[in-house]
């Protein structure tokens, strides 16, 4: 089964808290703070398997979550980071985020590709050893992950892209050049997935691909086009195949338009794509019709019979001649931020909301508080001196005074309850 777009979501794992600990030893009196770092999260990574071809394990399998680190540990241990999730995709994958469907990555090369960074660990209590404050209570909670919804699409790297109506012999042609096995018979949309042939020649090789599905209206989405040309993205020329016999009813000249106007409304790029024109089926044409079809499409056209395999050589070694002078294959840069994005970001991090329940009761939601709550130690005079300076260093205490809050009323954060006072 082919299948060249799905979505996912994946996750990084959680940095590990840091430790609070004191070192414990016979003859050494108050030996101080010596709780360890927390381990960081695992990453979420992209490489290229150069040996699929399909995105089809993905529609079994959506979701992928890295796990979190070690927490620290005593005599100022670190606690283990953890391992990365390495997720292979086929060479060609575009790694959108679902929400924005901003660029994430291009996973075209062997480079691996980090797409969701791990929470670095928090710093254990001996960190926080002051002259004044010897003996902190408290240590901070690891960082969380990162979380996205991913789309990937493949667009597959090929040198040379076959286009053409139905039945025009593509399929054809890439078997007899290379070792592919496409399904071949005389009817409309035998082909239906792209199939990739690798051509050799004296000097080096090249990949060539079989774009099925080009009809009228590919690029609203008639036939199969619509699902397939973003294969003809990436390639570095194009081969255009049309029945120059018209045995089928259809005037090839006419053909050979319609499919340039088709790959122009789907992107404008491709219509200054590089092309060599073939009138297939020459054995069964006459004179006037291949000189008709030449005329009518203002280019040097390669006339051939993929069925004889008269004018295939050629054709190749026109292929052979013209790749060296083309750019290499497409490669997509990942979209940056914008400032205004970054700066959204990064206050989304500190975002809360303090809503007036009663009278005397003030209720604040604030998700980045949550693991700082669970990792303080409210029992002790230092821990409860942080916890309040992150109130005020947030804009929480400034938000409960505009918002009413008294003497003595209730402030509710999470599961943790507290009176205010002044």
């Known amino acids: 089964m082919f299948v ?27 030996g101080g703070p010596d709780g360890g770092d927390g381990g960081k999260g695992g990453d979420i990574v992209f490489v290229a398997d150069f040996h699929a071809s399909t995105l089809v394990d993905f529609r079994f399998k959506k979701k992928f979550a890295a796990e979190a680190g070690q927490n620290g540990g005593a005599k100022r241990c670190s606690g283990k980071s953890a ?27 062997d480079e691996p590709v980090v797409i969701c960074k791990g929470g670095r660990g928090g710093k254990g209590n001996a960190h926080f050893a002051t002259p004044t404050r010897q003996a902190p209570r408290f240590a901070k909670p690891g960082f969380p992950g990162e979380e996205f919804k991913l789309v990937l699409e493949l667009k597959l790297l090929a040198d040379v892209g076959l286009v053409g109506f139905p039945n025009v012999g593509k399929s054809s042609l890439i078997s007899v050049v290379s070792a592919a096995k496409p399904t071949i018979a005389n009817y409309h949309f035998t082909t239906l997935t792209p199939v990739l042939g690798v051509v050799k020649t004296t000097d080096s090789s090249y990949v060539m691909a079989d774009i099925p ?33 018209g045995c ?21 790029e491709l219509a200054q794509r590089p092309q060599i024109v073939v009138a297939n089926k020459a054995d069964i044409a ?4 291949i000189e008709a079809f030449r005329k009518a499409v203002r280019a040097d056209v390669f006339v051939l019979s993929v069925a004889t395999q008269s004018g295939v050589k050629e054709l190749l070694n026109k292929i052979e001649e013209t790749l060296p002078h083309l750019p290499p294959i497409t490669r997509y840069e990942a979209e ?14 500190r975002a809360f909301k303090v809503e007036k329940a009663e009278s005397d009761l003030f209720i604040v939601d604030a998700p980045f508080l949550l693991p700082i709550i669970r990792s303080a130690n409210m029992d002790d005079y230092e821990s409860l001196q942080y916890f309040q300076k992150v109130l005020h260093s947030s804009g929480i205490i400034d938000a409960l005074e ?4 008294q003497e003595n009323d209730t402030v509710s954060i999470f599961d943790f309850e507290f009176s205010y006072v002044r």
């Open 336 to 349: 940056s931020l914008s400032l205004a994005e970054l700066r959204e970001i990064q206050e989304n991090k």
């Open 286 to 289: 006459t004179p006037e019709q």
């Open 83 to 109: 391992q990365d999730v390495v997720i292979k995709v086929p060479q060609g994958t575009l790694v959108r985020d679902a929400e924005t469907g901003r660029l994430l990555a291009d996973i075209s090369g």
């Open 402 to 405: 505009a918002a009413g809050v």
């Open 213 to 245: 599905g080009l009809v009228e209206g590919a690029s609203d989405g008639v036939g199969l086009g619509h699902a397939f040309l973003r294969h003809v993205e990436r390639c570095r020329l194009i081969v255009h195949m049309a029945d120059v016999s």
């Open 4 to 30: 060249d777009i799905v979505k996912i979501s994946v996750k990084s794992g959680d940095g590990g808290n840091g430790a609070v600990s004191f070192h414990r030893e016979k003859y050494i009196q108050a």
């Open 248 to 268: 089928e009813g259809r005037d090839p000249a006419e053909d050979f338009a319609l499919i340039n106007s088709e790959l122009a409304k789907f992107s404008p």
